[in-house]
């Protein structure tokens, strides 16, 4: 095979990219070498400094590879496999940071930047934890460095995928053939999903979440490894609230971006990857407290040690699931593969050895408490509740791993000899969010009321006796308000059944629970309000999803299925609304207005009326849910919702339905064609009965009124001015079926009525007959002076003066021109006057005309010769016929092309989840500026 | 202490032994048939034969054909708008149970290729 000698490629970025990662690669290795070092000579400080200087050249060189693909990507150059699979001619500047980590190369790296970050911080802040921690890090650097290092071994084995491949080498296609293929290929593109600004900051928010996940786990490994079993708990009380804090605000960010531009109505489907995203973020709470707990009283260190490791390895897990493509029949956000199975696979193999390694090796050093915890002290409860913490994710995380349960099931298989396996396999739950509800909901109503009564508590059970009546009024206070507070929500909220009025107790609990303590302990300090900010979000949140999620409406439900008169399949929750037809639904008077396409997107008006029994206006908005099209603006690419948003309650609406000629330019053929259309030939004015309508042709035009009609330079445009009217003579619409002849194709533009199913067309023979060739004509010539009437077979011809103005469509001035139009007016045989505008101009010296063409009468005239001195004007005029007829097709059985489908969600009390979430973070936040305070 | 771990374990086996009763199996038509019961069928659209959906009729009404992993071919009926692309559709996976003769679905999942990668869309309906 000859080696081609390709035009216009940029090899250099690639080849440096590559040298780029392999220095990371290196430099982490030398890091973790060097700050290893450091932990057992802690005298030396040229191991550190080492590990310093490995550590900013391994920075530096993904810093680097980022910069140089981000160059790639901005400079479209697409040799690169990956700026063609994620960027394009027309992709705005502003989603170029979502095409970079739209791939699974490009969120590595948004990962490993996180880290390197951080890092940087560890080096700045964490003094004597800085060798054992940063060794940590880097050892997870080099594990992540090498999933993007698109290195063979023995031809077949790679590890990790380059982001720097290029196109010609990932893929076969006789297109590199061509030595000039980069002139020929155009990028993909930006999924058109991801093209809105959640897809920019959402991964970087979630992204930063996972990689702050990393740092307790070092410090946590750290102490193992060291033997210092107490002195870390303190330095990484901050790294975890801010993991906590981070990570919940990256999940809460995908939640919302649900919610606005999915189509599936909420903000939580417990889709796998949502699940996995979730499960280590609980795993860290349960860390985070009992880190509180061991800081306090000495207990349960081994237990918080776990839960730190654990945390992070569900986070490499979670990262498995979701790139392995393992997941790919049960979850709506399944990326590609890339083959990197036995990596990932890897990856948490040798943290979960390190791990128990450690664990096992250090047990008999890692001091025990050996008194028993008290009912009556807050560790005992917030020990309980890390356990109800765990619960609920090992319940989550059991559901969502059947694929890889049936992935074992499989691999067993093979290795026992036993072939398909699938019998074995076994499916997601068929209704996940009935499932995950019914157990969550148990965990919920234990942490709220854990969350309330335990901040109550001391540690250690301290002055218990003396504390014990002070204790006993509060609770009892909080639960007497809470019943109370349950009861009020309970006038909003429907409760469907009695475990959730035992979960709106709780969550009502737990938040006046809360706030008794905001107000009478932490006493308006805000950094003692941490905890109470925490725990009393999280139960107004749990009242926002029941609100929300029980009472959640279906505002656009199929109104039979209401009245109970179709028994079965007529169930539905999308609305069939025309153009103008308001339709009642759930209270409201419902109307698609009006649509507008604005660039790519048809953005739909939708008003919704409220009235009240006398009449009155009591609610009235409009949403405008939209439909993306693709770049050539043939087919929908997506649909958008759009949400009215009130305090204490959301509309969500959603475009779920097009009629078919509008979701795809080649439906408009499909169904045209399949159509019965009969042929009329009409003649301007007169009528033909078609079923119980009646067509006539008023007119035909050098032109058009169809409103779908777009002038381009050129166009050579015929239409018809039909009027259609029903049998009763009540109604009467105009429709414009229309011809044009675009750079030499023919374009037909059919118009209908669809409120009659009557569609219009014009065959394109009409050209021919009515617009023929001028070969074909003969033309007479007729001498006329300004002001005089003369008679042409049955034409009355007035030649009125000439205008100096130019209408003339087909005419482009050019300077030097002398130009002007006859204005002539024809009277025929009806009594109906036309006007006739022949253009006459001089070129360079040349005469030269441009013809008037008269369509209703078949009249083509020329304006040849002007004679100033007789003041003559010759014109010269041709007819194919006296009556020339328009070939006119009539189809009666057009479907409707003037609807929407439209699914209409009423959320109530929305906002309290909303609310509620933000305020649980915010404690986590608060948390976290106290500490840093103090140091 | 050890008493309250115990007992903590305990209702921790008891509510996995619950959750493992909802995991589903995938079936084929024939099985969800003889079952009596509701299950997921994987299978592909059958695009040789017809589709049904007219928005004006009735816009949660959508029927296609579809062929499961033993190669029978079943109408499925989904009380839902038919689906965007729903003919690019290269694996479906119907969540759903018989009605007599007829495959209703509440929900189907189905992997649309595009140029867009291996994408998703889950369908549901009337949930």
Not at chain 1, 21 to 28: E, K
Not at chain 1, 74 to 82: A, H, K, L
Not at chain 1, 189 to 208: E, K, R, S
Not at chain 1, 808 to 822: K, T
């Amino acid at each position: 095979m000859q080696d081609i000698q390709y035009i216009g490629e940029h090899l250099l970025p690639g080849r440096l990219g590559h040298f780029l990662i392999l220095t990371a690669f290196v430099t982490a290795l030398l890091a973790i070498l060097a700050f290893r070092k450091k932990v057992t000579h802690p005298d030396d400080a040229s191991w550190l400094r080492l590990g310093r200087i490995a550590w900013g050249i391994h920075s530096f060189s993904i810093l680097a590879v980022i910069g140089l693909i981000f160059y790639i990507m901005v400079s479209q150059m697409y040799e690169y496999q990956y700026a063609w699979d994620h960027v394009s001619a027309d992709l705005p500047m502003k989603y170029i940071f979502s095409a970079f980590w739209e791939g699974q190369e490009g969120s590595f790296l948004l990962w490993m930047f996180w880290h390197v970050v951080l890092g940087s911080v560890v080096v700045l802040t964490a003094k004597r934890w800085e060798p054992g921690v940063m060794t940590w890090l880097s050892m997870i650097q080099l594990v992540l460095v090498s999933m993007i290092a698109g290195v063979y071994f023995a031809d077949d084995f790679r590890m990790g995928s380059s982001p720097f491949l290029l196109l010609r080498d990932t893929m076969q296609a006789p297109i590199f053939n061509n030595p000039n293929y980069l002139s020929l290929i155009e990028g993909n593109g930006l999924n058109p999903l991801l093209q809105n600004y959640w897809m920019t900051i959402h991964p970087p928010t979630l992204f930063l979440g996972f990689a702050s996940v990393t740092i307790p786990f070092c410090f946590a490994m750290t102490g193992l490894w060291e033997k210092e079993h107490t002195a870390w708990l303190k330095p990484v009380m901050p790294w975890t609230l801010f993991s906590a804090g981070i990570l919940g605000l990256g999940i809460l960010m995908g939640g919302a971006w649900a919610y606005e531009a999915l189509s599936f109505g909420g903000y939580w489907a417990w889709d796998p990857v949502e699940n996995m995203s979730l499960v280590p973020w609980i795993v860290l709470l349960a860390a985070l407290h009992g880190n509180f707990i061991a800081r306090h009283t000495g207990l349960s260190i081994r237990t918080t040690y776990i839960f730190y490791i654990l945390s992070f390895l569900l986070v490499v897990y979670s990262t498995f699931l979701t790139r392995s493509g393992i997941l790919g029949e049960e979850s709506v956000h399944a990326f590609t593969e890339m083959g990197l199975e036995w990596q990932l696979v890897g990856f948490i193999f040798l943290f979960l050895l390190s791990g128990i390694y450690f664990l096992v090796s250090r047990n008999k050093s890692i001091p025990v408490v050996l008194k028993e915890e008290q009912i009556q002290s807050r560790e005992f409860w917030m020990f309980v509740g890390s356990m109800v913490l765990m619960f609920s994710a090992i319940l989550i995380t059991f559901s969502t791993s059947i694929p890889v349960w049936n992935k074992l099931v499989d691999v067993y298989g093979s290795l026992m000899g036993k072939g398909d396996m699938t019998p074995y396999h076994k499916a997601m739950p068929l209704d996940p969010i009935d499932h995950h509800n019914r157990f969550q909901l148990w965990n919920a109503v234990l942490l709220s009321i854990i969350s309330g009564v335990g901040l109550l508590l001391r540690f250690g059970a301290m002055g218990w006796a003396e504390y014990k009546p002070r204790f006993l009024k509060h609770v009892g206070t909080s639960v007497v308000l809470g019943l109370g507070v349950a009861y009020l929500f309970s006038l909003w909220i429907e409760l469907p059944s009695w475990q959730y009025i035992v979960l709106l107790i709780a969550a009502s609990f737990g938040i006046v629970s809360n706030i008794n303590y905001m107000i009478n302990f932490a006493k308006g300090r805000l950094t003692s309000m941490a905890a109470a900010f925490a725990h009393g979000g999280f139960a107004l949140m749990l009242v926002g999803i029941m609100v929300s999620g029980l009472n959640k409406r279906t505002l656009s439900e199929n109104r039979f299925a209401q009245e109970g008169l179709a028994e079965g399949l007529d169930v539905g929750n999308n609305a069939f609304l025309i153009k103008d037809l308001p339709m009642y639904m759930n209270n409201y008077w419902v109307t698609y207005k009006s649509d507008t396409l604005e660039g790519l997107t048809r953005k739909y008006e939708v008003e919704f009326v409220k009235v009240n029994e006398s009449g009155d206006t009591v609610e009235h908005f409009t949403t405008h849910p939209n439909i993306l099209y693709d770049r050539e603006l043939t087919k929908v690419a997506t649909a958008n919702p759009n949400t009215k948003r009130y305090l204490d309650r959301d509309v969500f609406t959603f475009i779920s339905g097009l009629p078919p000629e509008q979701q795809d330019r080649a439906n408009l053929e499909k169904i045209d064609s399949s159509l019965d259309y009969k042929l009329h030939f009409l003649a301007p004015g007169m009528t033909r009965k078609v079923g119980s309508y009646n067509i006539r042709l008023d007119s035909i035009l050098l032109g058009t009124n169809h409103r779908e009609y777009d002038r381009e330079e050129d166009d050579l445009v015929l239409s018809g001015i039909v009027t259609v009217t029903d049998s009763a003579g009540t109604r009467s619409e105009k429709i414009y079926p229309t011809l044009i002849v675009r750079k030499g194709l023919l374009y037909s533009l059919t118009d209908q009525v669809n409120d009659f199913n009557i569609r219009g067309r014009l065959k394109a023979s009409a050209l021919d007959s009515l617009f023929p060739m001028d070969d074909k004509l003969a033309y007479e010539p007729l001498v006329i002076k300004s002001g005089e009437t003369k008679t042409w077979n049955d034409l009355a011809l007035t030649l009125q003066g000439i205008d100096k103005t130019i209408d003339h469509p087909n005419y482009r001035s050019m300077e030097g021109d002398i130009a002007i139009q006859a204005v002539v007016s024809i009277k025929g045989k009806d009594n109906k006057t036309h006007i006739a505008r022949p253009l006459y101009f001089i070129r360079d010296g040349s005469p030269l005309n441009m013809k008037a063409y008269v369509p209703d009468i078949g009249l083509h005239m020329k304006l040849e010769r002007i004679d100033p001195e007789k003041e003559e004007f010759h014109l010269y005029l041709a007819r194919l016929s006296d009556t020339p007829l328009l070939p006119l097709e009539i189809a009666q059985d057009a479907p409707r092309n003037d609807y929407i489908v439209l699914e209409a969600i009423l959320f109530p009390g929305i906002n309290l989840f909303w609310a509620g979430s933000l305020i649980m973070l915010m404690g986590m936040f608060i948390g976290l500026y106290k500490r840093l305070r103090k140091t | 202490m050890p008493i309250l771990i115990l007992a903590l374990m305990a209702a921790g086996v008891i509510m996995l032994i619950s959750a493992s009763k909802d995991m589903s199996t995938y079936s084929t038509f024939s099985q969800v048939k003889r079952s009596g019961e509701t299950s997921k069928v994987v299978g592909v659209l059958a695009k040789d034969k017809p589709m049904y959906y007219n928005a004006e009729e009735n816009p949660n009404l959508f029927r296609f054909y579809m062929t499961d992993q033993q190669g029978e071919v079943h109408e499925v009926t989904l009380q839902a708008p038919k689906p965007q692309d729903f003919e690019l559709s290269e694996q479906v996976v119907a969540t759903g149970s018989f009605v007599g003769d007829e495959f209703v679905a509440s929900s189907i999942l189905m992997k649309c290729p595009s140029k867009y990668k291996n994408e998703e869309v889950l369908v549901r309906s009337n949930m």
